[in-house]
């Protein structure tokens, strides 16, 4: 929109943006909700390590179907063989992730374990920011299935979440803050004015180990292997990371 209209105070364009389509004033990184995709296998990677099923030095296949469940699902590329959860990070291998939060949804009494990590690193809550309104977001578990569809949590639901669709709903803000909060190894409250202190929210208690075995798949993200590496070929930079994510977008039925 014409920014200038709020200086020259015209009424007729300001009613006009007030009321248009898609809510184009709207802070959308603060705001805006939407599905994680890709970037939320970082929270499924650390699940599977801060739940004892995984280390660092284990593999998992990464193969062109996953058919544990039905319906059988495709990863977006070809077989790939077996996987480190930070390989898997690197090719974004879908399979890889539905097998770590399907193992864990397994487990008696960890149903929620997975969904318990994501609000770990921030999502499905508020940031904290001072003068900053954002959305909460959300993150599903059997309980607020049970509460809000009256439906009981089958495996799928937590197979999705383990790709980050699904449900689950996030703010820009949140996914931002998540990926510093995993570096400082603690959640903590984004910082608005320059100088202000971040204050920590919750610890993240990943081992040494873990957060370097994940800091390595993010890096390998970005290398010539990596599914972001058209994106950082020529960025010039040494020592980075990151991580791709495409989501999937369902329109309702007609």
């Known amino acids: 929109f014409d920014p200038d209209a709020f200086e020259r105070s015209d009424r007729a364009a300001l009613q006009a943006l007030a009321n248009a389509p898609h809510s184009p004033q709207a802070n959308r990184a603060a705001t805006g909700l939407y599905s994680a995709g890709s970037t939320f296998k970082l929270i499924t990677g650390a699940a599977g390590l801060l739940s004892g099923l995984y280390k660092p030095s ?17 990863n977006w590329e070809g077989t790939q063989g077996p996987q480190t959860i930070a390989q898997a990070l690197m090719r974004s291998c879908n399979p890889v992730f539905y097998e770590i939060a399907y193992s864990i949804y397994m487990v008696d009494g960890k149903e929620s374990f997975l969904s318990d990590v994501a609000r ?15 959305e909460a977001g959300l993150v599903p578990d059997p309980a607020w299935k049970k509460k809000t569809k009256g439906e009981i949590w089958y495996p799928g639901d937590s197979v999705n979440l383990g790709i980050g669709q ?3 709903l996030i703010t820009p803000l949140q996914l931002a803050n998540a990926y510093s909060s995993f570096l400082a190894g603690a959640l903590r409250v984004p910082v608005v004015v320059k100088g202000e202190e971040a204050k920590v929210r919750n610890p993240i208690p990943l081992t040494a ?4 075995h994940l800091k390595l798949g993010l890096r390998l993200v970005t290398s010539e292997s990596g599914t972001a590496s ?5 960025a010039g930079y040494t020592d980075f990371g990151g991580k791709s994510g495409t989501p999937v977008h369902v329109a309702p039925a007609e």
């Open 166 to 168: 699904g449900d689950l």
């Open 230 to 234: 058209a994106a950082f070929a020529n």
């Open 209 to 212: 180990e873990q957060s370097a």
């Open 120 to 134: 770990m690193f921030g999502f499905g809550s508020e940031s904290g920011a001072v003068g900053i309104a954002d």
């Open 58 to 74: 284990d593999t998992i296949f990464c193969g062109a179907i996953w058919n544990t469940i039905t319906p059988a699902r495709r």
